[in-house]
Structure formats: C-alpha cells, structure tokens
C-alpha cells in the first residue's frame, strides 16, 4: 500500500470515528430512506406484475347467468359481434373458466381444491376497439335477458391498485424527506470535519497538494455512509422480503405476487442511491466549506 | 526568480495594502523586507503564494506568470515555494519527523523518497536526534527548525518567511538566521519580511523596506533603519 492510500484510509477513519454519533445517524437516516425508496419501487412493480398478467387475458367481461338460454346466449354473441365498438369476442365457457383459473393459480393448491367449474359463471370475453368505450357497452347488454353483470376489468384492477398506488406515494414521499435529512446529515458531518481539520487543511494548500487530494478524504467518508446505508437498507429488503411476501401470497389469493428475485434486482438502484445523495451532499458542502 | 511589476492591492473597505510596486529578486538572493505593521509585507508574501491576487499589475514566480493562473495549477506554484510563518503551523499530533513526510506525502511522493529525504533534511536543521518528539515537547527554536525543514524538504527554489524569529529570543532567532542563511548558501532564494531590526543591521543583505504599501527604499547590504 502506498502512502496515498495510506494517508487516505487514516484520514477516513479519524473522520469516521470522531463523529461516530453522526455517521451513526447518517447511515441510519440512509438506511431508512432508501428501505422505504426500495418499498415504493416493489409495490410499483408489484403491480406491474398484477397489471400485465391481468390485462393480458381481457378488457370487458360480460358475465351469464347459470340458467340462460341457448337462443338468449346467441343473441348476446351475435349482438356483440356486430356492435361497432366490439374488435372481438371470445365465449368462454364454466369450464375454460376453470382451465384459467388452474392455470393462474396452480401453485395453490388449496385454494384450488376449494373450486369446482361449476362454482364459475361463463362469460363473454369482449375485445373493445377503444378501452375508453367501455360504458357505451356496458349500458348496451347490461339489461339483455341472461345477463347476469357487465364489467369493465380496467375498472376493477384500478380499484385494487389504488391502494397500492397509495401506498407506494407515501413510502416515496417519507423517503424523498428522509432523503433530504441524510443530505443535510451528510452536509452538515463534512462541515464539523472540515473546521476540525483546518490546520491540517491550511498546511496541505502550503505545500501544494493538490485539490482532490484535500478533498477525497472527505468525498469517500461521505460515499462510505451512503453505501453503508444502502447495503443495510438492501438487506433488510431482502431479509424482510421473504417471509412478508408469503403472507401477502396467502392473504390475496388472487394476486400474482413478486418474488425475492425482484427485491435483489432493486439492490443496485439502491446502492447507487445511496452513494448519489451522499456524493451531491458532500460536494456542495465541499464546495461551500473547503473551498481552494 | 521573482518579478513584480506595478503591482497594487487593495482590500475591500480597506486602504492600499500595496501600492504601484516594481520589484525583482534574482535567482539566490537574500532579501528583507522590512517596514512596520500594515506596511504591506504580510500582502506581498501572500501575492507570492498566490494566496491574493492583485487589483493591477503582472507577478511572476519561479517562472510562472501569476495572473490569470488557472486554479489547478497554483499547488504547482507552491511546490517551488517554501514557507515559513511566525507561528510555526505545526500539527501537534504528528512527530518531527512526521510533520516533515506529511509536505512530500500530500503531494504524493513515493515512500522510499520520504524515507530518505526526510532524516536528511532534519539532520540539516539539527534535529536529527528529534526524530519522534511531538512538537509540544520541543522549545520553539526547534519548533521553527522544524517548520523550516517541513518547508525545505521538497527542495524550493525560493523560501518565504514571514517574522519566523518573531516569537524566539535574540540568541534562538541567532540559530534560525544561521539556518536560513545556510538555506540560502544552497542557492535557494530566500525573502523574509521581519521586525526584528538587529538582524537585519547583523547579516547586511538586501533590504527593501515598505511603507504604508509603497517601496521607499530598495538597498543591497542594508540596514533596518535609515541612518543606522
């Protein structure tokens, strides 16, 4: 090792450990912002997931009533197929109903065992030229006799997601503030750094060292808080992610759920978060306090 | 080595600190400058260091034009310069020799150069024997030998000292001007603004003398004062 790298690691050790009390806070402030960045993120492609497995089966469902007619049944058909929103129709019957939801849910057994085709209604998938089209259909076959109830997908997944989209601002809104607390965290520890070592300063600027080698030191200290943070922030996600996830599968037994792999691939956006807030609030403060 | 020429600096809400100043200082020279507090010795040394920058005028160093100098090149303007001030600038958690290696390592230098340069340069302001005391447990004849070497170690072309016997009695401040002269003898060029009139009489060098941030006197083998 040479006396660069020598010289580094002691000046980021005595900084770290002199303001022990704020690293701590810094890497806790990170920690707890980029965790709850990395929740927003999940939950945004929680319903990614939820989104493009449901939408890809259907837009308008026209469900029927158990007792309808043959002729009731091809009436509907017909009066679908020629209605000039409709781009296409699709009758899906108890039993492909059933086909779908094993195939949807085949890794739960339980709640399969619990269904028989007959517990489903048939349906009309109906395909609209124009998703925003839905209420001109929906007030079209509504009152057709054996029609049991017209829906519009989109309408019911939003609902659902609603609660997500929620949840996701909110964990994005207290990480952006708390984002901004290790920010001033980060700003604030390089200021108190730099006045304790301003003798040191003064005579480094004398003997012609450069201005990154004066300002390094303090960059990596803030950087190492930062990535700090986000390791520890990404390995609550992931330890967290297992067990919660689970329960959220059995709770929702409709929903596709993401898995674990999900949460390991937010890891990087984390990290470089993390070492992003830190680097801009380090050189601003560098800018403002050590100044060469 | 050093020229300045109708050099003028002001401080804001402030008077001239220097005023229209034509001066040059050749390769080896030894140089007081000499006047009294506010007098403007303190804004010359700093103008050399590129620590202010002048309102008017052209200054050039060790070769280097210092107007207009980007910013990135001023640390290597300061590896040609060395510096001494009245209040040593030690790091008290460092030893002697620790003080020493810190100039060459901030900038850098390799490690066995550091081991080597640095006892040399200690055995050359007497201190040899003082490698590992911390500058606390040393009188502060010793503290300035010390600063001394930590600004000759990298081997200046000009020493800058700023009163570096204003804290030291007669007999230390002696030691120090034996030093400097010594420094000088290597064919560093040395400028010393000072107070200190009865080394200026004893060592009969060149003497320019400021007043209220003019130059009103410009003498080789000068004394402190007129008439002296």
Redesign the interface.
């Known amino acids: 090792m040479g006396p660069r790298a020598r010289y580094l690691l002691s000046e980021i050790g005595i900084g770290l450990r002199r303001n022990l009390l704020m690293t701590v806070a810094t890497i806790v402030t990170v920690t707890v912002s980029l965790a709850l960045l990395g929740v927003g993120l999940l939950v945004e492609r929680q319903v990614e997931v939820a989104r493009s497995v449901f939408f890809s089966q259907v837009e308008v469902a026209v469900y029927l009533d158990d007792g309808i007619s043959e002729t009731e049944r091809s009436t509907i058909e017909q009066d679908l197929r020629e209605h000039p929103v409709v781009a296409g129709v699709d009758y899906e019957s108890k039993d492909d109903a059933f086909t779908q939801f094993q195939d949807l849910f085949a890794d739960n057994p339980s709640l399969l065992a619990s269904v028989t085709p007959e517990m489903l209604p048939a349906s009309f998938r109906v395909e609209l030229t124009d998703a925003q089209e839905y209420a001109v259909v929906e007030s079209a076959f509504r009152e057709y006799p054996g029609v049991n109830e017209v829906t519009d997908q989109q309408d019911v997944l939003d609902n659902l997601f609603l609660l997500f989209n929620k949840l996701r601002d909110g964990a994005w809104w207290i990480a952006g503030f708390q984002i901004l607390g290790a920010g001033a965290l980060i700003f604030n520890t390089i200021r108190v750094t730099a006045f304790a070592r301003r003798e040191q300063t003064a005579i480094m600027k004398l003997v012609g060292a450069t201005n990154w080698y004066i300002r390094l030191p303090f960059l990596l200290e803030g950087i190492i808080a930062g990535l700090f943070g986000a390791l520890l922030a990404s390995g609550l996600l992931v330890l967290a992610a297992g067990p919660l996830l689970s329960s959220v599968r059995e709770q929702i037994l409709f929903l596709p759920v993401i898995g674990v792999s999900e949460v390991v691939a937010i890891v990087p956006i984390l990290v470089l978060g993390g070492i992003g807030v830190a680097a801009v609030a380090s050189l601003l403060s560098l800018r403002r306090f050590l100044a060469v | 080595m050093i020229r300045l020429e109708d050099v003028s600096k002001t401080y804001k809400g402030s008077v001239e600190a220097l005023k229209d100043l034509t001066l040059e200082i050749r390769k080896g020279e030894f140089v007081f400058l000499v006047g009294a507090s506010g007098s403007g010795k303190s804004t010359f040394i700093k103008l050399l ?1 590129k620590d202010e920058d002048p309102d008017r005028g052209d200054i050039f160093v060790a070769g280097k034009r210092l107007n207009r100098m980007k ?2 090149r ?6 040609e ?1 060395g ?1 001494v001030f009245q209040d040593f ?1 030690l ?1 008290e958690a460092k030893t002697v020799a620790e003080n020493v290696a ?2 060459l ?7 066995h150069v ?1 081991g080597k340069t640095v006892p040399d340069v200690l055995q050359l302001v007497g201190l040899g024997h003082k490698h590992d005391a911390y500058p606390h447990e040393l009188s502060g004849g010793e503290q300035q030998r010390v600063s001394i070497a ?1 600004a000759f170690v ?1 081997r200046p072309r000009i020493l800058l000292c700023d009163e570096p016997t204003g804290n030291l009695d007669p007999t230390t401040s002696v030691g120090i001007m034996k030093l400097l002269d010594r420094i000088n003898k290597t064919g560093t060029t040395v400028v010393m603004a000072t107070h200190d009139q009865h080394i200026v009489d004893s060592m009969r060098r060149r003497v320019v003398e400021l007043a209220d941030g003019a130059m009103v006197r410009d003498q080789t083998r000068g004394v402190y004062g007129y008439g002296a």
């Open positions: 260091l910013s990135w001023i640390p290597a303007l300061r590896r310069l510096c600038k790091l810190f100039a390592e901030v900038i850098g230098k390799p490690r550091i930590r990298n």
